[in-house]
């Protein structure tokens, strides 16, 4: 298989735990922000990574979206599973999913670009990092106000997640979960950001575990 890719994003970082937990063996592809979509459009229709090649007969050509690609692991290969056995189970774990992907995941993205523009510019200021850096701001409007809703958005959704991680190894049933992949990818770009680190140290304990259990090199920060 061959996993297109962003290699700092963390939705293809979702996609990468997913493959990592399944212990399936897949290749690389890292794409230019901006030039990709000469590849990735006329293959699924969408411009978003990341986007897996199963390059297997009989599979579809090219998996689109992080939860299908979810999808499409689990009923090529069930064992070990991502979905959960008992289907209200299932059901809240695909709803957090959604509430990640839809909301977590894009307030995560306000506040890392907007910290590698400012306080976190020492982390890469060469040339070609704040060139994509601006580039990703101005594709999303990210901006002041923009950033600071997201906080806002982020700090309840972090104070939810670290009670239920507090309670159990896993935010749903008892064990893990695409919910807990989703967590760990979609909040890991916060491991950079000093304030977050010290505020809600047991969400970094989560995120490390969940990369151990995948197989997966720790993000940057942690
Ligand atoms: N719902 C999508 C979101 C993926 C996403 O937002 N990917 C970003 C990178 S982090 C992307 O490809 N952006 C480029 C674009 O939209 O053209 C998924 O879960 O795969």
């Known amino acids: 298989m061959l996993l297109l890719q962003f290699s700092t994003s963390h939705y293809c970082r979702k996609a990468r735990l997913a493959l990592g937990y399944k ?11 901006g030039l990709h979509i000469v590849k990735v459009k ?18 579809p050509q090219a998996v689109a979206d992080s939860t299908e690609i979810f999808r ?6 069930p064992e070990p ?6 289907s209200e189970h299932q059901n809240q774990a695909a709803m957090l ?26 982390i890469d200021p060469s040339l070609f990092s704040q060139v994509v ?13 923009s950033v600071e809703l997201a906080r806002k958005r982020l700090a309840n ?4 997640l670290s009670m239920y991680w507090q309670k159990s190894d896993y935010l749903v049933g008892s064990r893990l979960s695409i919910a ?15 304030d977050y680190r010290q505020q809600y140290p047991q969400i970094f304990t989560r995120i490390t575990h969940i990369h151990e259990l995948c197989n997966e090199p720790l993000p940057p920060g942690l």
């Open 180 to 194: 807990d992949i989703t967590a760990a990818a979609l909040l890991s770009p916060l491991a950079l950001i000093p």
């Open 97 to 122: 999913e959604d509430w990640l992907d839809e909301s977590i995941g894009t307030a995560t993205r306000f506040i890392y670009y907007h910290f590698r523009a400012g306080v976190g510019k020492a």
């Open 72 to 77: 499409f692991l689990e009923s090529y290969q």
């Open 23 to 33: 212990g399936i063996s897949y290749h690389r592809e890292n794409l230019t922000p």
């Open 157 to 160: 959704a972090l104070l939810v």
């Open 42 to 59: 006329p293959l699924t229709g969408l411009t978003t990574l990341p986007v897996l090649l199963p390059e297997i007969v009989g599979q």
């Open 133 to 145: 850096i601006k580039v990703v701001r101005k594709q999303y409007g990210i901006n002041d106000t």
């Open 81 to 86: 599973a991502l979905f959960l056995p008992n």
